[in-house]
């Protein structure tokens, strides 16, 4: 049962690319323009029963989307978004120490894996969480 419930959680993310949302597809960044690969951004309803939703960042491979494998990041936390790996240390753009523009990263992750960035628990980053949730920032 748990091989079969990896297998399907595997050919789900890998088909993620293919149904992913055209409204979720990131355009260009400011000062930046457009990511070296197709990157999607959106969000992830936690259950049918709560508000809770996990905020994503998706950035395709950029060897082969369709065979590489997918490689899903959660920063360590509670409140350490994922979106400090995205952009200061294995994303295909990044912001160096002391900088304040976005510069394509020379070894990006992505270069040949799909990358699934997973902001966790409810609450950090851009992920949304509810009243019940403790408050998940830099000082907590």
Known sequence: MKYFVSTIAVVGI???ASAADPAALVGEMPLFGAFPTDTYSGFLKVDKTTTKKLHYVFTLSMDNPTKDPVVIW???GPGCSSLLALFMENG???IDDGERYLKTNPAPWNSRANMLYIESPSGV???????KDPKQDDNT
């Not at 980053?125 to 009243?131: E, H, L, T, V």
Request: proline share 6%.
């Open 74 to 76: 959660f920063s360590g």
């Open 125 to 131: 980053g851009f992920s949304i969480g509810n009243d």
């Open 14 to 16: 890998a088909s993620l």
């Open 92 to 94: 295909p753009v990044v």
